[in-house]
């Protein structure tokens, strides 16, 4: 089993910026894939980024030329950058990771982007 710990969510004003971490730890050997997904109160979760072990990256429309996720492999951290956000952002973000037969989540981090 592993486990994710997300952090850096807060209060931020449209227009702002937050970066958002999740560390990985325990069983995390063969992990092929890690994203960010976002649910907002009376809404499903949704996809927001996701990136495979070499690098290949994959966003969501709504995310498209203001987030970018990455990751650091020797630190077993992935970071989503958000940029230019809008009230629309507002949700908890949750970090995933894949291994073949598992998935794993986070316990999720607030967003709040508001004047």
């Known amino acids: 089993q592993a486990q994710l710990v997300e952090s850096g969510g807060g209060l931020v004003q449209p227009g702002g910026s937050l970066r958002l971490s999740c560390l990985a730890s325990?069983?995390?050997?063969?992990?092929?894939?890690m994203g960010w997904y976002r649910q907002a109160p009376g809404k499903q979760r949704e996809l927001v980024a996701t990136i495979t072990s070499g690098g290949m990256t994959n966003y969501a429309d709504f995310v498209k030329g203001r987030f970018t996720i990455s990751r650091d492999s020797a630190k077993n951290t992935v970071y989503l950058q958000m940029n230019s956000l809008k009230p629309e952002d507002t949700a908890v973000y949750y970090c995933n990771a894949a291994k073949t037969g598992y998935i794993y989540w986070g316990q999720g981090t607030q967003v709040t982007v508001s004047s």
């Open positions: 325990g069983s995390i050997f063969r992990i092929y894939s």
